[in-house]
């Protein structure tokens, strides 16, 4: 009998042993800041876990072409709207669902934005980058980069509050080589995305319904990936789930893309200068689209931090 | 058996055969000199050696090549 | 095996290992049946209908070949008679084998080998005139094909010859064939090693666990430490081979032999570690090929398990075929010999490099080392000679480490070839050795961390190999351990693998080098 009891402590204490080893090395890879590396996943996808709660009125749901083309700082400044670019690249719809849950834990924004880019990404394994006993696995280069702060210091999403709201700024520009007809022709069959994401978008749109939040899918100017036949199939899925699709590569009321100073590198992904008009032409479409939904906060004390990240922004818009 | 170490002397000289169990596995006898062996065998003994007897349980001392061939003759 | 797969893979090594432990004895086999061909199922979708057919050829011709035999009592025979019975059991016997081979050596050739011979064939006619599309099959490669058909021809030639009787459980022939580890690297099994321990079905116990992951975990450690760095550098370097010249390319080249030794040995190592789990050995596939004094001493440390497949079922048989005998018994006895060997190695080699790869490359790599065989069996005998003359014995350290190193230079030649994309580079990238090239900086591929983190796990496996020539038997050591202490050795290697692996977005995915074949 003892030596049983002996045997099973001594398991116990194994497994306790090796398991304190191994979180302890999570924590220590795990990106303590937001310029570490895997700190761009960590904090800014997931970065309105650090805003205080319930702050967020707009989330806009994307992968890179979100943190490169919307600006938060935009929409606060003209509308006095909060919001937050969850972006991260080549992200699925998939984890955007996740993502989408992680939000309603802290927040109740009024309006979800999906952008439509990553509707034609396969989703893959869906796994939760935010689980500290994957760090290992998830942030796999940070070994390299150790420093001693990382060795004592836990990783915390408190009070990593993201100056860009999510935006990854870039005032470079880049004269795209494409000509304003790259969207090819209107009637351009449509290009069916993968099934499983149209699981994917109808449990997005469930999600938000249930939990009152206004949904619509938005296409940021793209030039190099976009076009009709993409753009006739997920208008038809919009109208079967009864939401507005704003595609911004069509010719809209009020904006106008410009190839020549709107990107930051061949027509993908644009820079503080496209992200600034695409930013207004969507708080301009949200006040007539749902004129009474929010409040403009401009003058609120409890928002007046974001006067600052105002200030971060037309900083760096002034240096283009 | 005097006849079988006169054939291996020729093929690997300067070995000593006499106690070795382990041509084979020792990698003494490579596959190629097992080739020059079984031919050589089969012209001197006038018997026909096949692949299935070519395994290292049968070459590994001269004593298990002894007993192949004498069982080889027997046919 | 892409990441996917090998996740995969040890997913279902966890679960075969649930099941098989509450399972009684007797079945447990079938446990291990269902689970390849699930995995199987999974992977190669419907072509696994393939090997299933696989199965069932070989199956049936076992059976059939053993009826055959038991058709007749020799015994009862008189001398005369048995001889002609025994010829006419053998005539029989020998169509079974054939159609066997046409059918099976058929699947092979045609989902491997088919657009090969298609592209080649058209390219010949479009030479003279002709203007033809080639006919391309566009068929995925069910799993582990060219590993299992061989796996199962031997099997076939063993009951040809006589060497064991027929299995008559089809599930037993189906496990043989399909057996999950070995799928997809082989090692190439032999039927009367593995079936005695595969139908045990033994009890899992701790100090078999161990062993496994031990070298399953060890088997990770080679390819995500060291091949998956190593090949960061030789893919930088062929993937641009006119830039460089003269010490990248053999930089190259290293780094590409080191590579492959490293993964394929390591998904050895994951293989034997699973089927040890359940007391299950399978053969040896790597003993130290880089000690090697001579090439074809090489070929018996490396991929060892091919070329014993290839001794025992083609260098044999042919070698001692009556035909090579009758038409060279005119002929003095020395030639007859070189004749007869130098025709049976050329079939080999020409037969292995064709089975690396449906490729003019690996005909011409298969000849490579024909060619350096028979040079060695030409030189060697002078070289001996010179030798006993000058009084230096073969266990001169100086001689060995001029042979090893010399071996080593051969076969780095062969690894260059292996991994050009086709002969003329090859070409050109052995001409540039001699050649200033453009600089070629390292870091730009990998990280310093990298760098080291490569030269320190390829110190960690040049120790393992030094403790095993002085004689230390690292896996006997470590089996003597105390559970608790085995433990945490997993667990470290465990650790380490994930901290500092080579995998993910920053590197490039596993890609094995001898799983397509």
């Known amino acids: 009998m003892t030596t049983k009891m002996k045997k099973i402590i001594s398991i116990f204490l194994c497994f306790i042993i090796s398991f304190g080893i191994y979180f302890y090395i999570c924590l220590i890879v795990a990106p303590k800041d937001i310029n570490d590396s895997g700190g761009t996943h960590y904090y800014r996808g997931m970065g309105f876990m650090a805003e205080p709660v319930n702050s967020l009125d707009v989330v806009v749901y994307g992968n890179s072409d979100v943190y490169s083309g919307f600006a938060p700082a935009v929409l606060f400044d003209k509308y006095g709207y909060t919001s937050y670019a969850s972006g991260r690249p080549l992200q699925t719809l998939n984890n955007i669902n996740l993502l989408l849950d992680k939000t309603l834990k802290t927040q109740k924004p009024k309006i979800a934005i999906l952008e439509t880019d990553c509707f034609y990404k396969e989703s893959k394994f869906q796994i939760d980058e935010s689980n500290i006993l994957l760090s290992p696995f998830m942030f796999h280069s940070r070994w390299k980069e150790l420093k001693a702060r990382d060795f004592y210091k836990i990783p915390s999403r408190k009070n990593k509050v993201d100056m860009n709201k999510g935006l990854v700024p870039s005032n470079k520009v880049f004269k795209t080589k494409y000509s304003t007809d790259y969207m090819g022709s209107k009637d351009a069959k449509p290009k069916p995305m993968p099934k499983e994401n149209l699981k994917y978008v109808e449990q997005f749109v469930n999600t938000c319904k249930k939990n009152n939040i206004e949904v619509f899918f938005l296409e940021l100017p793209s030039a190099s990936s976009w076009n009709y036949s993409k753009h006739n199939y997920v208008k038809a899925l919009a109208e079967k789930h009864g939401v507005e699709f704003i595609d911004m590569n069509t010719p809209l009321d009020g904006y106008e893309l410009n190839l020549k100073t709107d990107f930051r590198d061949n027509g993908n992904h644009m820079n503080i200068n496209g992200a600034s008009k695409a930013t207004e032409y969507i708080g301009k479409y949200i006040l007539e689209k749902y004129p009474n939904l929010l409040k403009d906060k401009r003058n609120d004390k409890e928002y007046s931090d974001w006067h600052n990240s105002v200030k971060h922004y037309n900083g760096l818009l002034n240096k283009v | 058996m005097e006849r079988i170490y006169k054939i291996l002397e020729e093929i690997i000289p300067n070995t000593d055969f006499k106690g070795a169990t382990n041509l084979v596995d020792a990698k003494i006898l490579t596959s190629l000199n097992i080739v020059r062996l079984v031919s050589m065998l089969n012209e001197e003994f006038d018997i026909e050696i096949t692949p299935i007897h070519l395994i290292p349980e049968n070459f590994n001392s001269v004593e298990s090549i002894y007993n192949l061939v004498v069982e080889l003759d027997g046919e | 095996m892409p990441y996917f797969m090998m996740t995969m893979l040890l997913i279902f090594t966890a679960v075969t290992i649930a099941i098989y432990a509450v399972c009684p004895r007797r079945q447990r086999y079938i ?487």
């Open chain 3, 31 to 517: 446990v291990l049946l269902a689970i390849s061909l699930a995995f199987l199922c999974y992977i190669s979708k419907f072509t696994v209908v393939f090997i299933l057919a696989t199965v069932l050829t070989t199956f049936l011709s076992g059976i059939i070949m053993d009826k055959i035999t038991q058709s007749v009592d020799i015994k009862a025979l008189d001398k005369e008679v048995r001889k002609k019975v025994k010829a006419k059991i053998k005539q029989k016997k020998q169509i079974v084998v054939l159609s066997y081979i046409v059918i099976n050596v058929g699947i092979l050739l045609i989902l491997k080998y088919f657009n090969f011979f298609a592209l080649t064939t058209t390219n010949i006619l479009n030479k003279f005139g002709g203007n033809y599309e080639p006919f391309i099959l566009k068929i995925a490669l069910p799993l582990g094909l060219s590993y299992y058909t061989l796996q199962a021809l031997g099997y076939v030639i063993d009951v040809f010859r006589g060497k064991y009787k027929a299995e008559k459980n089809i599930l037993k022939v189906g496990l043989f064939i399909c057996f999950l580890p070995q799928l997809h690297e082989g090692p190439f099994g032999r039927y009367d090693l593995l079936m005695p321990q595969m139908e045990k079905g033994d009890n899992i116990n701790v100090n078999n666990l161990y062993n496994g992951i031990a070298k399953i975990l060890w088997g990770l450690f080679k390819i995500f430490m060291v091949a998956n760095r190593a090949s960061m550098i030789s893919d930088a370097v062929f993937k641009d081979n006119g830039k460089y010249g003269g010490v990248t390319i053999l930089l190259g080249g290293v780094a590409f032999t080191v590579q492959l030794y490293a993964e394929f040995s390591g998904y050895i190592d994951i293989a034997r570690g699973i089927s040890k789990i359940f007391n299950i050995e399978l053969s040896k596939n790597f003993d130290l090929p880089f000690i090697s004094k001579n090439v074809g001493e090489f070929w018996r440390r490396w991929h060892i398990s091919l070329g014993a497949w290839f001794r025992d079922y083609v260098f044999y048989p042919v070698s001692t075929s009556k035909f090579l005998r009758k038409s060279t018994q005119k002929l003095s006895f020395n030639i007859s010999n070189f004749v007869t060997i130098t025709i049976s190695l050329l079939v080999v080699w020409f037969l292995t490099g064709l089975w690396h790869g449906a490729s003019i490359k690996y005909v011409c790599y298969g000849l490579y080392y024909f060619i350096l065989m028979i040079l060695f069996n030409i030189i060697s005998p002078y070289v001996e000679k010179i030798l006993a003359k000058n009084n230096i014995s073969n266990d001169n350290k100086i001689l060995i480490s001029i042979r090893v190193v010399k071996t080593f230079l051969l076969v780095l030649i062969g690894m260059i070839m292996f991994r050009a994309e086709n002969m003329s580079v090859f070409g050109n990238m052995i001409l540039s050795i001699f050649k200033n090239g453009e600089y070629f900086n390292l870091l730009k591929i990998l990280e310093m961390q990298d760098i080291l983190a490569l030269i320190v796990s390829i110190g960690i496996l040049i120790l393992g190999a030094v403790a095993k020539i002085k004689g230390i038997d690292i896996e006997d050591k470590f089996n003597n351990l105390s559970s608790i202490k085995k433990y945490f050795v997993c667990f470290a290697l465990f650790t380490v693998i994930v901290v500092f692996g080579a995998y993910g977005l920053d590197y490039l995915p596993p890609d094995p080098i001898y799983g397509g074949f």
